[in-house]
């Protein structure tokens, strides 16, 4: 008797513990981005070989590729491989400028006011590119300066893996973010600034020594956290 209890409470608890856990949400089926939306520039963007392609167009400024949903506290996984000469990126937490979005942004260590053009996305993003910077969190647009400070972390600094398939894990529990790049932990720190917001694949604008440089992500999911 005392064995059937104690089974059928481990039973219970199992049962109980799940309740709370969401299932992975793919949010690209490898065929089409119907659903997403186009913001701030005019990079492009299509589906190739279970892909999304983004594009750099000259004169383009950065553009991301966004959905419609918006994501409080997740853990978001995806591959990416970009154009070494491209810098890229994935906004969480971010937001759409309306007709008079203003943010505050660091320079030389003086907090300055901007005006966002309207329908710029800006707020947290995880950074993809062939530096030391790969898998820091960039606050895109609005204070202008990553939020974490890789000089203490070597690994993370050589985690990403240059003109190859890399993979990334962002989690947003709270006021805590977190990221992995290829599995080796990056960025780790807390910030309350947003709490909610879309999730926009960036393209990157190029000024200087323009080619259509590109990007591609693959098997971007989604699980939210209770």
Known sequence: MHKKLMLVLTVLLISVSGLGA??????????????????SGTNTYRVE???IVGTVVEGSPNTFLCTQKEYGDFILEFEVKVDTELNSGVQFRS??????????????????ETKLPKDRVYGYQV???A???AGNVYDEARRAAFLDDFEDNPAAQKAFKDKEWNHYRVECRGDRIRTWVNGIAAADFTDSVTAKGIIGLQV????????PYEVRWRNIRIQELP
């Open 49 to 51: 070989d279970g892909t």
């Open 95 to 112: 937001l759409v400028a309306g007709d008079n979005t203003v943010t505050t942004r660091i320079r030389e260590g003086k907090e300055i």
């Open 22 to 39: 969401a299932e992975w949400v793919d949010l690209f089926d490898g065929e089409s981005i119907d659903g997403w939306i186009v913001r």
């Open 127 to 129: 950074e993809i590119a």
């Open 131 to 133: 530096s030391p910077h």
């Open 204 to 211: 990157h604008g190029l000024s200087r020594n323009f080619a």
